[in-house]
């Protein structure tokens, strides 16, 4: 029993540890579970759906022009003649309707609106794409934030102790003044930097929530590593721009263009349709004189000022127009995905020379400072080797984000989409 009631007093206590952590540090994500937050409620993300869904309904509408079309009526009339003698008149009928031929504009508009669903999932696709980069983006630049302000607090720490230093040497006569003030304005200069971080993180924690679709702010933290996977074979920049889901829309308007001239062009045809009714009339209610009729109908315009042609003519030109607009915009998309991918490895290898710059600063700064506590080298000096270690530590912070959000470029350049990230 002893036992057992150790056991739930520790459970308890390590609730209470972790309600006060996320407390005082915000809920915490890592990047998978960003991805299947921003899945349920980004508020783009839940547009394009619904109007799949719209796009769906309108292909039911167009399919339904093949289907009877069958209408009922009942009505009620009272009428009274020049001799004041009251009649009532009581109908209700029945009719109906089956296309049977139209030159086959119904299949073709049937067809193009089954496109237009394939169009709007590819829409779909764009949006779930640039999604998935905003949300990389803004996990990316909160990550920075926050090893930004443990790396400005310890340029900050640094600068303090500096200034300790100098101070003694100033106190003891072997620094002037002006060593000293630079030193006091190096340190206010760090603690404004920690001050900034610090208003930059709250800023880069709203941008996630907005992308998570989160409508209150709240403080949260991200989990995660400046790990950048790298892709040093040249792709096939012809056949990737196939799979990229702006191109496929462009290729499928341009099949719709195609079916709505077959559309026009069929309003040259008759329109043949079978029609049925039956009605039921009489002065008393219910009706009982029955009347019923089935037959062919055949409709064709002789001339309707010029309509049809004009139709036809804009729909060939329509059609050209996407013809145009797929050539132009393939050539444009192998253009960005040759530069997204240019800029990905330039990106990567920078991170490896900013890496050694710092290493470099490092070394010069633990050097300097045995040195100048020695009197070996001049304040001067020192401080220039200190400003460019703080300067090697940012410029290396900033381009291990940078690669990660020109990585996110590639990616999203490429068609990649948010669902492709549910692991």
């Known amino acids: 029993m002893k036992i057992g009631k150790r056991k739930v007093i520790l459970i308890v206590l390590s609730?209470?540890?972790a309600s006060v952590a996320v407390s005082v540090y915000g809920?915490?994500?890592?990047?998978?579970?960003?991805?299947?937050?921003?899945?349920?409620?980004?508020?783009?993300?839940?547009?394009?759906?619904?109007?799949?869904?719209?796009?769906?309904?309108?292909?039911?509408?167009?399919r339904s022009i093949l289907l009877p079309q069958i209408t009922a009526g009942i009505s009620s009339k009272k009428s009274r003649t020049t001799t004041k003698n009251v009649s009532n008149t009581y109908s209700y009928n029945l009719t109906g309707k089956q296309l049977l031929f139209d030159g086959f504009k119904t299949i073709y508009d049937i067809r193009s609106a089954s496109l237009s669903v394939k169009a709007v999932e590819y829409e779909y696709r764009e949006v779930s794409s640039s999604v998935l980069f905003?949300?990389?983006?803004a996990f990316v630049n909160l990550l920075k934030a926050q090893k930004l302000v443990s790396l400005t607090e310890e340029i900050a720490e640094r600068r303090k102790k500096n200034l300790e230093l100098v101070r003694l040497r100033y106190e003891a006569g072997r620094e002037h003044k002006g060593s000293l003030l630079t030193a006091q304005a190096s340190l206010a200069q760090a603690e404004?930097?920690?001050?900034?971080?610090?208003r930059n993180l709250v800023l880069a924690q709203r941008k996630l929530l907005k992308e998570l679709g989160r409508e209150s702010f709240s403080p949260i933290v991200v989990k995660g590593e400046f790990d950048i996977k790298i892709e040093r074979e040249v792709p096939d920049f012809e056949r990737l721009v196939l799979d990229i889901p702006e191109f496929k829309k462009a290729v499928v308007y341009k099949n719709i263009a195609g079916f709505n001239l077959k559309s026009a062009q069929a309003y040259f045809f008759p329109e043949v349709s079978l029609n049925s009714s039956i009605d039921r009339t009489s002065s008393d209610w219910p009706p009982?004189?029955?009347e019923w009729s089935v037959g062919l109908s055949l409709s064709f315009s002789l001339f309707e000022g010029g309509s049809r042609i004009a139709e036809v003519s804009k729909a060939k030109s329509q059609l050209k127009e996407k013809e145009a607009e797929e050539k132009s915009l393939k050539d444009s998309l192998i253009f960005t995905l040759q530069e997204a991918w240019t800029e990905f490895q330039n990106a990567f290898d920078k991170v490896d020379v900013q890496k050694k710059y710092?290493?470099?600063a490092e070394e010069r700064a633990k050097i300097a400072s045995a040195q100048y506590s020695t009197g070996l080298i001049s304040f001067d000096d020192w401080t220039i080797?200190?400003?460019?270690?703080?300067?090697a530590q940012k410029a290396y912070l900033n381009a291990q984000a940078e690669a990660l959000i020109v990585q996110a470029w590639w990616i999203k350049v490429k068609g990649g989409i948010l669902e492709d990230e549910v692991h």
């Open 385 to 391: 080797i200190e400003d460019n270690l703080a300067s």
């Open 192 to 198: 404004f930097e920690v001050t900034q971080a610090k």
């Open 27 to 62: 809920e915490v994500f890592t990047w998978p579970e960003c991805v299947r937050e921003a899945l349920q409620n980004n508020s783009d993300l839940l547009s394009a759906k619904e109007k799949i869904k719209q796009t769906l309904q309108d292909k039911k509408i167009t």
């Open 134 to 137: 905003n949300l990389r983006e």
């Open 288 to 290: 009982d004189e029955e």
């Open 15 to 17: 609730i209470f540890v």
């Open 358 to 360: 710092l290493e470099a």
